[in-house]
Nanobody, 121 residues
Framework: VQLVESGGGLVQAGRSLRLSCAAS????????MGWYRQAPGKQRELVAT????????NYAGSVKGRFTISRDNAKNTMYLQMNSLTPEDTAVYYC???????????????WGQGTLVTVSS
């Protein structure tokens, strides 16, 4: 299973961006998915998570009310709508998923390669 993020870029403070994370592979089931970010010189931190059916979400306090996580299971894709961006949101954003391989029943934690978001003041 592979996760590929897209949608990052350079944006001015106060603007919005939407990130996407597409999962590909064969015979797998995705459980919880999440977005993490790592700013220069800082540790990777949780941004938001969403359960398999999308019924439950969780946000870091710094993004609550500004970011919205969602997923489309039919497309094996997760999204992060980011509004009212600030320079403090500048980071590489990573997609994460808990995946069950249906052929082996193995549970894997999969990461994407990351997409850079830069917010200018």
């Amino acid at each position: 299973v592979q996760l590929v993020e897209s949608g990052g870029g350079l944006v001015q403070a106060g603007r919005s961006l939407r990130l996407s994370c597409a999962a590909s592979g064969s015979r797998f089931s995705i459980n919880v998915m999440g977005w993490y970010r790592q700013a220069p010189g800082k540790q990777r931190e949780l941004v938001a998570t969403i359960t398999s059916a999308g019924g439950s979400t969780n946000y870091a306090g710094s993004v609550k009310g500004r970011f919205t996580i969602s997923r489309d299971n039919a497309k094996n894709t997760m999204y992060l709508q980011m509004n009212s961006l600030t320079p403090e949101d500048t980071a590489v954003y990573y997609c994460n998923a808990g995946v069950v391989e249906l052929t082996s029943a193995r549970y894997l934690e999969v990461w994407g390669q990351g997409t850079l978001v830069t917010v200018s003041s």
